[in-house]
């Protein structure tokens, strides 16, 4: 993130966006387009994004001499739109299934806070869920799921600290078969993508999983912090190459972030976005959706 951008953002503490369409300014021709061109990508849209807006804004440029707000937004929000087509994805739960959803992802990025959020959500379809403690590494994590369970009456399979988490995920998996839950939400330790040792430790839980049903395929879903930027693009790829992700939730949306790394990361993978992260709470998990994505980051200030 450019040092124009964070300076801004710490000064104006507000939601993303109405304060991302304020960074654009009023009026815009070919001297100032420059301008637009750091704020795009200071945002974390990447080289490729913010070159596809700066050209088409060329374009429009050599018809009119100036721009205005609205059009660049206007402009900018076409290109989001066209590569973000195809990313909103639902999870399917066919009657008397049980869905396999394993999160996975970098230290912090929000693992443990989305497998309550995803459990509370699906509950509240009427789907019944359970949350598996399979990050056996840190100490108190199966504690942080046990209390967010017992929060929330859902169900939680963990393990002793050290114990094997494939032996947890099977675990989990087969209770909640047996409980006749609709959906267990594996929660995994946070790891770096380059440490490969720790990638063959997904790939083992998968594969366990595939021992104790091999008729399932489960959703690996990937916990992207917003707030991390276009670094989200190599991680993603690693985690993607190593054990194929089939889906991604974008937390921490709430903050300042413009999470416009997301943006890059689809056009470049397309792997399919399922939530987005708005909060620390149960309910602060929301389906994702491009135009609201879009609409939410040039949103006027009220
Ligand atoms: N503002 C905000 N904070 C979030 C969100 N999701 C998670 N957090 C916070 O981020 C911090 C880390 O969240 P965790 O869920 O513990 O992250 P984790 O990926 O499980 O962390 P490790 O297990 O240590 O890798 C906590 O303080 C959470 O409350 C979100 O969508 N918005
Ligand atoms: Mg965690």
């Known amino acids: 993130m450019f040092n124009f951008f964070k300076k801004t953002l710490g000064r104006v503490k507000k939601s993303t966006g109405g304060f991302f369409r304020s960074l654009i300014p009023v009026s815009i021709d070919e001297n100032s387009i420059k301008n637009v061109e750091n704020i795009f990508y200071s945002a974390d849209f990447g080289i490729e994004i913010t070159a596809e807006i700066i050209g088409e804004m060329r374009t429009e440029l050599k018809k009119n001499k100036e721009m205005r707000r609205e059009d660049v937004v206007s402009v900018a929000s076409k290109i989001l739109e066209k590569n973000l087509n195809g990313a909103e994805a639902s999870l399917e739960i066919p009657e008397n299934s049980t869905q396999v959803i394993c999160l996975v ?77 609709n959906v267990v939400i594996l929660d995994t330790a946070g790891r770096l993508h380059v440490k490969s040792s720790l990638m063959g430790e997904l790939q083992k839980i998968l594969r366990i999983l595939k021992k104790a049903n091999n008729d399932i395929t489960p959703n690996v879903w990937l916990v992207a912090d917003a707030t991390i930027g276009t670094n989200t693009i190599e991680s993603t790829e690693t985690f993607h190459s190593e054990i194929g992700l089939t889906g991604i939730v974008l937390a921490k949306l709430d903050g300042t972030s413009a999470g416009g790394a997301l943006v890059g990361v689809y056009k470049k993978l397309h792997i399919p976005i399922y939530f987005i992260g708005t909060g620390e709470t149960p309910e602060s998990l929301e389906k994702f959706s491009a135009t609201k994505y879009i609409d939410g980051l040039f949103a006027s200030h009220t």
């Open 105 to 181: 992802g970098a230290n912090g990025s929000g693992k443990t806070t989305t497998a309550a959020k995803l459990a509370y959500f699906y509950e509240k379809l009427g789907k019944k869920t359970l949350l598996g403690s399979c990050d056996t590494f840190r100490a108190a994590a199966d504690e942080q799921l046990r209390t967010w369970g017992k929060n929330l009456s859902i169900d939680v399979v963990a393990s002793k600290h050290g114990a094997d988490p494939a032996a947890v995920a099977f675990d989990a998996y087969k209770a909640a078969v047996a409980r006749g839950k």
